[in-house]
């Protein structure tokens, strides 16, 4: 270490002595490290720029900026260059400044190479190097931070992230979005003629249920559940809409698939061999794959607001969701008094570089256009994931963000109900906190 790292260290071990064991005991070594030399200069870590090298002062009174007005205390997720706790600082308003270290080994190379003693020095600042995963408000997330975050983090970054991409990933649930009205409008006749999902309570009233998704680790259990299905004892069997195809290849029929994505088409769903499952939707669901489902339908309704009027005319049941048919599929096991509930294909990873189980291996016909264009698609997205969670096995998965955000959203599901015993049966796929690991035997 440097010597600008004894200085900087020492500081720290003045004020916040197990933070500064903490970063003692790292290594830099790992780390592919050097100065980047603009307007302004910077270091890049892993090929990750800690700051602006054009204008790091602009850049850090942009992300303060963020905050709102009337903020005193605040939490800085990430250290960047040091920059944004260095202009915080100078002004008053500010009477706490918590500090979070999202990756120490990083935070190490930052002390050797740079001096940090003024911001590390100021009484209104707290340095934290064990961030809880419940966010604090209002907070600054430092965006190379994000990237270089240790695998701890993981989850915390996570959070972070899916907060600053709210707006975004609402853009496409508005009230009055045209499309979602119109497919509302089209699909009134199965709305006012299907019954309420909550009338299911009348056939399942099971104490353990498996919910099956398609996540690639489902073809882990395949033998599994055929066998478990010829089992008259078996616990209930609810599956995701892309899941289906694959079980019936498999000989494999489950007792209600869920479907809620305005999306899934006739060709993701074998509808010719639908008969006698039961089917709960959502009215965002293509009204060809309603006319042509042979089983019992039944509605359902999300706990968004674009179900709220809807709901007020015609109450049925209202399910958990967050932008992934898992989590509904969870909610309805719930709703029908599971106490177990096992996870199967709920991988929200690219494990095995796979997107899907069974449809990467798909032996498509001529006539699977539709089917085709889309599998060429989703294996096109597992080629280009950019972004990693830790798997059942602590090592980093291939993802995508909005996977990352299914899953953070469903660990906050469970974390609500403590009552239900959840468990995960591969660990293949993304660690599911709140969850505990079974193997299937």
Known sequence: MTELFAINLSIIAKRWPIVAAAIKSQSIDHLDAHLVQGQN?????NGIQLSSRHDRIAEAQLFISTLPSNAHQVTVYGVGMGDVPSLLIENPHYTRIEVCILNLAVFALLLCYTDQREWLSHPNVVLNAIPSATLQFPNIAITPDLNLVSDDNATLRDL?????????TNRHHQI???????????????????????????????????????????????AYLKQLSLSPSRPLLIAADTALRGLLHHQIKPDIVVCIDGLISSYHLPLSET??????????????VLAHWLGPRFVAYGTSKIYDSMSQLNPKLRLFTNGSVIHPAIDLAVKLHAKEITLLGCDFCYCNNKSHAFWNDYPFESKDKFEKIWVEAVIQKVREAK???I?????????????????????RYIAKHPQVKFYQASLSGAKIRGSQYKELI
Do not use: C
């Open 41 to 45: 200069q910077t270091i890049s870590v």
């Open 160 to 168: 972070l992230v899916m907060e600053l991409n709210r707006d975004f």
């Open 176 to 222: 009055d979005d045209p499309e979602i009205l119109k497919r509302f409008a089209d699909n009134q006749v199965f709305i006012t003629n299907d019954p309420d999902a909550a009338h299911l309570t009348k056939s399942y009233n099971p104490y353990k249920a498996i919910v099956i998704g398609s996540g690639p680790s489902l073809e882990e259990h395949y």
């Open 275 to 288: 008969q006698e499952i039961n089917l709960v939707y959502f009215p965002r669901v293509a009204p060809e």
């Open 387 to 389: 972004h990693w969670l």
């Open 391 to 411: 798997n059942g096995k602590g090592q980093r998965i291939a993802t995508d963000l909005n996977l990352r955000a299914y899953l953070r959203h469903l660990e």
